[in-house]
């Protein structure tokens, strides 16, 4: 398992992480980045207006809806 993922997965298990931790951690990798921004820009997050960007995003999805995607993309890999 790629290390990225290893850690995002120990920060999304804490309770104390805060998202911006979690954004400069994901910003160093652009797959889990663009997946994340991908579902968060999707018709079942943000309904209209700019798209947005990493940050707002994660607050967006929420800790539980990032946890599922991290988790599930070091299943497939």
Do not use: W
Not at 6 to 20: A, F, H, N, P, W
Not at 36 to 58: C, D, E, F, W
Request: include cysteine; proline fraction near 3%.
């Amino acid at each position: 398992m790629p290390q990225i993922l290893v850690k995002l997965i120990e920060l999304c298990q804490r309770d104390d992480t805060g998202m911006d931790a979690l954004a400069r951690l994901i910003a160093n990798d652009a797959g889990i980045a663009s997946k994340i921004l991908t579902l968060a820009n999707s018709a079942a997050y943000h309904r209209a207006g700019p798209k947005v960007g990493l940050m707002q995003g994660l607050i967006n999805l929420g800790l539980d809806t990032i946890k599922t995607l991290v988790i599930s993309e070091s299943v497939f890999q």
